[in-house]
């Protein structure tokens, strides 16, 4: 058997070395380099966030479009789908230094100083999201087990863009910490819920019987504490050396190989990657004794990175399966299910918790993008939920709804974030005098 794969992978790199396929990747990857710069020039000069530039040129750039071009031949454009394709590894990355950064945010000192709020809406807003959309889903006759799977997955939020946009206006105050707070810690929130509720909808979806106990809560359990402890020791480990040199070089290349590190170990052993990254970011800023100046490093590091994952995420897109009435139907129903979800359930936390009024009306509005974990979430969902008989594939209906939603989302969710700080007047001083 290894002495087939072996043969296998050497016929592979043969082919990739005859037909030149790291050429066509350079070429793509300067085209989208270049495309992304004029995002940028035209996203700072209307003021629109560039998150919301690069979605949009994604999904220009999305294989069905690409398909549609006349000038194109057959081999150019089945070349573009290879290649498109083969950068999913890209999301990875992304997602693990958006996660570090998000667990670089949670001070103990923030989340002792916000105590029950930050906990009363973090897990109002992920159950809102999960009960309403599975209400809604069930409510225009579409089986449990759809409802479920949707519902679990309704209750994530994608971090990524949310931070781009506090990045990009400079946001600071109570608002955007409690913004900061809630998406570092929803994400374990929703895979609880999805690791709990996916063997179940499975199980009906399949028409099996019951569940053992340690399939639906101790091996999610399990993952969950072990990627918190693994990330936990990296983290603090890293910092300390972190702290005791001072070349930039030296910590340039110790956070990178910390970042990947800590994922490949995550994966190696089975746990989460984002939560493995969100705990080293967490040790990174909670055990330093000193301003380690991590944040400019970050920032250069992954502006070329978050560009790419935000196109290709938009280029994900298959506009020829989302055109049926059915189709539009549930993605309206489930948008719309889990904004009120998220809004609503947000806002009754904050009102249990007593916080500023603030925060009551515009906390929710920083929780809507979605893309990341709960496009991870549905490639799971497509990959386990396959018939036996070949009959309806839930699976790929969930991913396609989970991709057009997303990036939905990764449009209006980002302009309800800047909406959100600047009516909280969180916005950055020099953003102000622009806006106004």
Not at 61 to 76: C, D, G, H, K, Y
Not at 310 to 323: K, M, N, Q, V
Request: glycine share 8%; charged share 15%.
């Amino acid at each position: 058997m290894d002495l087939e794969l072996i043969e296998r992978l050497q016929i592979m790199r043969e082919w990739f070395l005859v037909h030149q396929a790291s050429d066509k990747a350079i070429y793509i990857t300067g085209f989208l380099i270049f495309m992304s710069l004029l995002v940028v020039i035209l996203a700072k000069k209307y003021r629109v966030p560039i998150v919301v530039g690069y979605v949009f040129l994604g999904i220009g750039l999305s294989i069905n479009v690409i398909e549609w071009l006349p000038f194109l031949s057959a081999e150019q454009k089945e070349w573009y789908a290879f290649t498109i394709e083969g950068f999913d590894y890209i999301a990875n990355f992304a997602l693990a230094f958006i996660a570090f950064t998000i667990g670089s945010e949670l001070s103990l000192k923030i989340l002792k100083s916000l105590g029950k709020k930050i906990v009363y809406i973090a897990i109002l807003e992920a159950f809102g999201a999960f009960v309403i959309v599975t209400l809604a889903i069930l409510a225009i006759g579409k089986p449990l087990y759809l409802a479920l799977v949707l519902g679990a997955i309704a209750s994530a939020t994608a971090p990524a863009a949310t931070v781009m946009v506090l990045k990009e206006y400079n946001a600071e105050g109570l608002l955007t910490s409690m913004i900061l707070a809630i998406v570092g810690i929803d994400d374990a929130i929703a895979l609880i819920i999805f690791s709990l509720v996916e063997p179940i909808a499975l199980s009906l979806y399949l028409g099996q019987g019951g569940l053992s106990l340690s399939h639906a809560v101790l091996a999610p359990v399990i993952e969950i504490v072990g990627s918190v402890l693994i990330g936990i020791l990296i983290g603090y480990l890293s910092q300390k050396f972190m702290s005791s040199i001072e070349d930039k070089t030296k910590k340039i290349l110790n956070l990178v190989t910390t970042i990947v590190g800590g994922s490949a170990i995550a994966i190696l052993f089975h746990l989460s990657p984002l939560i493995t990254n969100m705990a080293i970011g967490f040790a990174y800023r909670n055990f330093a004794r000193k301003n380690l100046g991590i944040a400019e490093y970050m920032e250069t590091l992954t502006v070329p990175l978050y560009a790419f994952f935000f196109i290709l995420a938009g280029t994900e897109i298959r506009l020829d399966s989302i055109a049926s009435v059915s189709f539009l139907t549930l993605a309206f129903v489930y948008t719309l299910a889990r904004v009120i979800g998220k809004v609503g359930g947000a806002s009754l936390g904050a009102y249990l918790s007593n916080a500023p009024e603030k925060i009551k009306k515009y906390v929710g509005l920083g929780l809507l993008p979605q893309s990341g974990v709960a496009i991870a979430l549905a490639y799971t969902v497509q990959k386990h939920f396959v018939s036996p008989t070949g009959g309806f594939n839930v699976g790929l209906l969930v991913f396609n709804t989970l991709l057009f939603t997303a990036a939905l989302t990764e449009v209006f969710g980002p302009l309800a974030t800047k909406y959100a700080i600047t009516k909280a007047g969180e916005i950055g001083e020099g953003h102000k005098i622009r806006d106004n």
